[in-house]
């Protein structure tokens, strides 16, 4: 503050660098945001005044005047020099509009003709030919889609050639329209494979969709040719990744002749793919020749393992234990005793064709050479509550790998989960270990019952007292399971049963209750197989196998074996020694060996292992 004269003046503090930048700054926006106001405004009304002149020469019937006008514009963005920056939206929005305008009337023209028949009127042939390539480009190409539809089915001849007859002889489009018409012929006699290619494609069958496409391709010209060959490299686009997925899938898997398969079918298609040469190269360095095989073919089946020999054949001693299950460590020698006899684990249901409902074709077994087929079942695998108080299993699990475990209670009381604690996982392991065991990464057959639970988990309502009965006879506590409870249980066994067919397991069926099915009326039978279907069939997916209980098979003409194949079992199984398989109206059926505590000391099965060899010790302690 200073005084002048006795007047007090207020002195300002100097603004900073930095408020003169702010202003500055704010100034400049607002000349922008004029300069852009000023554009805008120009830009609409450069638009305003060529459209309304445009709309009116249409209006006129002036074709000539309005094509006039649209080739001015077009010329602008046509014929502007390279190095030219002028701002060309104004003219590329008023095309736009013009081209819009026109669309509509050429269109609905067109759909008169296509649906209604209509003969254009005069009027509307001198605007299609008036207006020369603005309505020429558009129908070119609604006619060359109408030849694309006709090739794909939906738009018949008649209707074609009507629509040909009103616009072929148009000025602006009989360059077009006249090859395209003569292409119509070639089409007819194509159109055939043309329309089974995409309906490969479309289903995912990628290979075969290329096959076709390729006939195609060597078998026409012209329109069709050109769309064969579009649609192939469409189609090469599409299924490379789902293809090597699959491929990746299959090696993963063990199944080295799928993999071969696919994978020269793909080296044939991208011949210049690295990936593809590498993953068939591995394919192939895991195969061998595959020939008919006319012998035999042995079925051996195994209940549950005894996963903890000190709690089954000591701390809890049971007789029943003892005489019929096997051990893991038995089991595990089995194995080694079949890979050195070069048996080869197959899916006993390529032994036949199942493609018809009504019957079976019997087809020839394909085995690599030198190896002898064989069919593993492990049967009943829904765990009781009884069977994990003696050492065995009380549940699948999948560990953190997602690999199928076995879970029991070990001797010191603690819960052990482990691959090789059931027969599941050390098959699994042992295939890893001998891929050749397997052909083509198949396991074995797992058969399920359903009348207590399905893999050890209670996945139905109507299982729940069956199961509770089998606790209170185990001296175990009782369930009482909500409906959230059940559905998790089923999202879990969902988990385990896709999992296990992913990696080569084929599922079966021991019948809902376990039951001695040549003893049983067909109204139990009927209950009994529309349970399983209900309950575990709903989760395993359909199925053919079935495993009789105990081997008390059904003739095949007896009305209840009928009922069973008309509800898709077909593949069966009884039990005997010795291989046995015979065929019959729409089945067939094969004998399994059972192995048990039993069958190792009384069966002769040294055409498959030396007894001596894989008995367990620990059996010795409690005979």
């Known amino acids: 503050m200073m005084e002048f004269g006795g007047n007090s003046v207020r002195m300002e503090k100097p603004r900073s660098i930095g408020t003169w930048v702010l202003l500055a700054l704010g100034a400049l926006s607002v000349l922008v945001l004029l300069v852009i106001m000023i554009f805008v405004s120009n830009s609409n009304q450069r638009i305003a005044r060529i459209m309304p002149r445009f709309e009116a020469a249409l209006e006129k019937r002036d074709y ?41 009337r050429v269109k609905s023209i067109e759909e008169k003709i296509r649906y209604e028949r209509y003969t254009p009127s005069k009027d509307d042939i001198a605007f299609l030919e008036g207006l020369g390539e603005l309505t020429g480009a558009r129908m070119t190409i609604w006619l060359t889609g109408l030849c694309e539809e006709y090739l794909l089915g939906t738009i018949e001849k008649p209707t074609l050639t009507f629509i040909f007859q009103q616009l072929e002889n148009l000025s602006n489009l009989s360059a077009a329209a006249r090859p395209l018409r003569a292409e119509v012929d070639q089409i007819e006699l194509t159109r055939g494979d043309v329309q089974t290619a995409e309906r490969l494609f479309t289903e995912g069958q990628y290979i075969e969709a290329v096959e076709y496409y390729e006939y195609v391709i060597g078998s026409s010209s012209g329109f069709v040719n050109e769309f064969a060959r579009k649609r192939l490299e469409e189609c090469k686009i599409v299924m490379y990744q789902p293809m090597m997925n699959k491929a990746d899938h299959m090696l993963a898997n063990f199944q080295y002749y799928s993999a071969e398969e696919l994978l020269s079918d793909l080296a044939r298609i991208f011949p210049e793919d690295q990936i593809i ?68 684990l197959i899916d006993p249901v390529t032994r036949v064709d199942t493609s018809n409902s009504d019957f079976l074709n019997l087809q020839d077994i394909m085995i690599p050479k030198g190896k002898k087929p064989l069919v593993i079942i492990l049967e009943d695998f829904c765990y009781t509550p009884s069977r994990s108080s003696y050492g065995m299993c009380q549940r699948l699990v999948l560990n953190d790998l997602g690999q199928v475990c076995g879970e029991y209670i070990g001797a010191n009381g603690q819960t052990v989960v482990s691959r090789t604690g059931e027969a599941i996982g050390i098959l699994d392991a042992f295939v890893e270990e001998h891929p050749d065991f397997s052909y083509n990464g198949v396991k074995g057959v797992i058969t399920l019952t359903g009348y207590q639970s399905v893999f050890g988990y209670v996945t139905d309502m109507d299982q729940v007292d069956d199961r509770n009965r089998a606790l209170e006879t185990a001296g175990m506590a009782q369930i009482s399971p909500t409906e959230q409870d059940i559905e998790n249980n089923r999202a879990t066994v969902q988990a385990i049963i896709d999992k296990l067919k992913d990696s080569g397991w084929i599922m079966g069926s021991s019948t809902y209750g376990f039951i001695n099915a040549n003893h049983c009326q067909i109204e139990t039978i009927t209950n009994d197989t529309q349970k399983w279907l209900d309950q575990v069939g709903s989760l395993t997916g359909p199925v053919d196998i079935l495993v009789y209980p105990n081997g008390d098979f059904i003739r095949g003409s007896d009305p209840r074996c009928k009922y069973l194949k008309d509800n898709g079992f077909r593949v069966l199984f009884g039990a005997g020694s010795t291989p046995y398989f015979t065929y019959g109206d729409n089945y067939i059926y094969f004998d399994r060996c059972m192995l048990t505590g039993d069958t190792l000391r009384g069966v002769d099965y040294s055409r498959l292992f030396n007894v001596s060899e894989v008995y367990d010790e620990n059996r010795k302690k409690s005979r």
Do not use: H, W
Not at 78 to 102: A, C, F, H, K
Not at 316 to 330: C, G, P, R, V
């Open 277 to 344: 040469k590498s993953d068939l190269y591995i394919a192939t360095s895991n195969t061998s020749y595959v020939e008919k095989y006319t012998g035999q073919v042995e079925v051996l089946c195994v209940k549950p393992l005894i996963a903890d020999v000190k709690v089954a054949f000591e701390l809890n001693y049971l007789a029943s234990t003892e005489s019929y299950y096997i051990t893991t460590k038995e089991f595990r020698k089995i194995l080694e005793s079949l890979y050195e006899k070069n048996y080869c």
């Open 64 to 104: 000539a005047l309005a094509l006039s006008m649209y080739r001015d514009v077009n010329d602008i963005i046509i014929n502007r020099d390279p190095g030219d920056t002028t701002d060309t939206s104004d003219e590329y929005e008023i095309l736009r509009q013009m081209e819009t305008q026109v669309n509509e």
